[in-house]
T-cell receptor, first 115, second 111 residues
């Protein structure tokens, strides 16, 4: 998992607060994917971004969730007014280009706990 | 919507035993990938297969891709405690490459 950096590794929020999760892709990678993993489950796709563009957000909840990948700096997944059901591990992955055969390199995730 | 089903869901074996886990898709795979995930870490790519009937070996791991490209198996020979983890199959979907994952097989290898 070397290269893709996610922070914080653990995040605790109270219901109604905002959560910001950061992802710095591997050097040279301009494509970022976010996934969510509930306990004992596989990962669910949320959003796919390239620099400054959201390409596919078909897995994002319609409300409270947003993502960005600015020209400079990390990709951010933002969850507003968190609820208990948002508790999960959030992973980002990066690749040098999009496409179905490009390997994705995952970070070690942010574990979000909602009190 | 494509569904990936993995079996068994849980597997607990003794060191030295052999095992096989399976991944079946409701539709033809575009690009099948196998990952292993250890607790507290992100998934790590083990292999990518794209051609029906393909067999790939990675040390004690053997990956088979069905001729019809709708199923795959992962066979581990002489399992070791270090093989313990969550094994996930995934398909690179559409043109964007977003991954659709199975729910995984949790493997525990006891010393």
């Amino acid at each position: 998992n070397a290269g893709v950096m996610q922070n914080p590794r653990h995040l605790v929020r109270r219901r109604g607060q905002e959560a910001r999760l950061r992802c710095s892709p591997m050097k040279g990678h301009s494509h970022v994917y976010w996934y969510r993993q509930l306990p004992e489950e596989g990962l669910k796709f949320m959003v796919y971004l390239q620099k400054e563009n959201i390409i596919d957000e078909s897995g994002m909840p319609k409300e409270r969730f947003s993502a960005e990948f600015p020209k400079e700096g990390p990709s951010i997944l933002r969850i507003q007014q968190v609820v208990r059901g948002d508790s999960a591990a959030y992973f980002c992955a990066s690749s040098p280009s999009g496409g179905r055969v490009q390997p994705q390199h995952f970070g070690d995730g942010t574990r979000l706990s909602i009190l | 919507t494509q569904l990936l089903e993995q079996s068994p869901q849980f597997l607990s074996i003794q060191e030295g035993e052999n095992l096989t886990v399976y991944c079946n898709s409701s539709s033809v795979f575009s690009s099948l990938q196998w990952y292993r995930q250890e607790p507290g870490e992100g998934p790590v790519l083990l292999v990518t297969v794209v051609t029906g009937g393909e067999v790939k070996k990675l040390k004690r791991l053997t990956f088979q891709f069905g001729d019809a490209r709708k199923d795959s198996s992962l066979h581990i020979t002489a399992a070791q405690p270090g093989d313990t983890g969550l094994y996930l199959c995934a398909d690179g979907s559409g043109n964007t490459g977003k991954l659709i994952f199975g729910q995984g097989t949790t493997l525990q290898v006891k010393p």
